[in-house]
């Protein structure tokens, strides 16, 4: 009996794999799924989620908080802002179911961009981090993920989305990264939520101290930010 001969493998075969797997083809699809997600929002104008009212008429009570959180959850990965989003929580559900929804969405949001950024772009960009100011907040967010994380989400100077893939390209862990995500995000996003539920009444005292809120909270970012980036700089 004559044993089979062995194939050989096909050279162009692997030489393809590996280029469709390098870090640089993973980032490339990234970059394109980003730039997809953010003309689909361009094109259905999530902001009409104020004016026209939650689109899945039929869906009420847990069902819809459910699955608008979902939703929150896609929509804060393709770069829509959170605020307008969690003013629609609170419009829609109120103050209360709004708050868990729009909290679960965060959460969940947060961990797609960040598994996202984690598989397609960590491997291309890491090699990139050079100078002050990248280096200092790459090992800040490695080192001390969840107090850093933290202080983002309590401070809301760095857009939502940007933090997610910046904390991806680092050596940060999933649990920090999300529990201080959910910890954090809890007083930024319960003002919004409450300014949204009582948007009708805008000289109501909660809606005055949310607004309030809204905006000291900012203005120290801003301050803290600006400080910041002068010690990174001058380090």
């Keep these: 009996m004559f044993e089979p001969v062995p194939r050989p493998s096909s050279g162009l075969a692997v ?39 939650w689109p899945v008429a039929r869906l009420s009570g847990a069902a819809a908080v459910v699955l608008y959180a979902v939703a929150y959850g ?9 605020p307008l989003l969690n003013l629609a929580a609170g419009a829609l559900f109120g ?7 729009a909290l679960a969405g965060t959460v ?8 996202l950024g984690r598989l397609l772009g960590q491997d291309a960009l890491r090699p990139l981090l050079r100078g002050k100011v ?39 862990g999933y649990t920090p990264f999300l529990l201080a995500t959910a910890l954090g995000s809890i007083p930024n996003t319960a003002a919004y939520v409450v300014a949204g539920a009582r948007a009708g ?23 803290l930010a ?10």
Excluded at 15 to 24: A, H, N, T, Y
Excluded at 95 to 101: F, I, Y
Excluded at 141 to 164: E, T, V
């Design 226 to 235: 600006w400080r910041k980036r002068r010690a990174l700089t001058r380090s």
């Design 134 to 172: 990248l280096t200092a907040a790459d090992g800040q967010l490695s080192r001390h993920g969840f107090r850093s994380m933290l202080a983002i989400r309590l401070f809301p100077g760095i857009p939502f989305a940007a933090a997610n893939y910046c904390a991806a390209v680092s050596r940060m």
């Design 15 to 53: 030489r393809c794999s590996r280029v469709l797997l390098s870090p640089w083809s993973r980032f490339s699809l990234l970059m394109l799924m980003l730039a997809s997600a953010g003309a689909m929002v361009l094109l259905y104008e999530p902001q009409r989620l104020l004016s026209d009212g």
């Design 74 to 82: 896609a929509c804060t990965a393709a770069f829509v802002p959170r």
């Design 201 to 223: 009444s805008p000289t109501s005292p909660a809606f005055l101290i949310s607004m309030g809120f809204i905006v000291i909270t900012g203005m120290a970012a801003a301050v």
């Design 95 to 101: 103050s209360q179911a709004g708050l868990v929804s």
């Design 108 to 115: 969940l949001g947060a961990g797609i961009a960040f598994t």
